[in-house]
């Protein structure tokens, strides 16, 4: 299946501070999912992205639908420790062809208080 | 609401056995369901979609006789790995889908299968 490029790969960063990551495919995509993963546990949906230029937030997340519908950015502001975890963007190709999702390869997030 | 489960949430088997793991949307009527692995601290990787009341789609080196899945209703999906090996050791999540006019996908919390 298809893979997504995330990055950076992990980040270490003061509680407080901005966070910035993003995804990126070689080929177009109609939607984008941003997820949080915690240890052994299933991923959870942040934010859905369906529109080319779309930006939305979710408290303190912003993600963005990149207008080339190639990449996917999430913005996560005055970080706290609980935004520990790993981030996954997720992408669907054409939902003509089946609703199915292909994950990025995720961005570790630690964040020291 | 959007609340998926999975059972069971880890299992231990020896080579050679099969193991089934079961996933429910309890909330919701599930259209679609999609099976993931994911070995540690790696992505996911989706191994194929099924929807209800039809036979599954794998992605491209799934095997599907060895991954055998079944969704026999709007809530439940089944996975099975037949015939385990070590190799088959890994963390396997699904995911709910509500119907065609939306994309979410709402995660089961994993299920941990070690064989030995």
């Known amino acids: 299946g298809q893979q997504l490029n995330q990055s950076p790969q992990s980040m270490f960063i003061q509680e407080g501070e901005d966070v910035s990551m993003n995804c990126t495919s070689s080929?177009?995509?109609?939607?984008w999912l941003w997820y949080k993963q915690d240890p052994g546990e299933g991923p959870v949906l942040l934010i859905a992205?369906?529109?080319?230029?779309e930006l939305t937030s979710n408290g303190r997340l912003t993600a963005q639908f990149g207008i080339t519908r190639k990449d996917s950015f999430l913005n996560i502001s005055a970080s706290i420790p609980s935004d520990v975890g790993i981030y996954f963007c997720a992408g669907q190709p054409d939902p003509n062809t089946g609703n199915q999702f292909y994950f990025g390869t995720g961005t570790s997030l630690t964040v020291i208080p | 609401g959007a609340v998926v489960s999975q059972h069971p949430s880890w299992v231990i088997c020896k080579s050679g056995t099969s193991v089934k793991i079961e996933c429910r949307s309890l909330d919701f009527q599930a259209t679609t369901m999609f099976w993931y692995r994911q070995f540690p601290k790696q992505s996911l990787m989706l191994m194929a979609t099924?929807?209800?009341?039809?036979?599954?789609?794998?992605e491209q080196g799934v095997e599907k006789d060895k991954f055998l899945i079944n969704h026999a209703s709007l809530t439940l999906s089944t996975l099975t790995v037949t015939s385990a090996h070590p190799e088959d050791s890994s963390f396997y999540i699904c995911?709910?889908?509500?119907?065609?006019?939306?994309?979410?996908?709402?995660f089961g919390p994993g299920t941990r299968l070690t064989v030995t």
């Open positions: 992205l369906y529109k080319a230029g």
């Open positions: 099924s929807n209800e009341g039809s036979k599954a789609t794998y």
């Open positions: 995911s709910a889908s509500r119907g065609h006019s939306t994309y979410e996908q709402y």
């Open positions: 080929s177009i995509f109609n939607t």
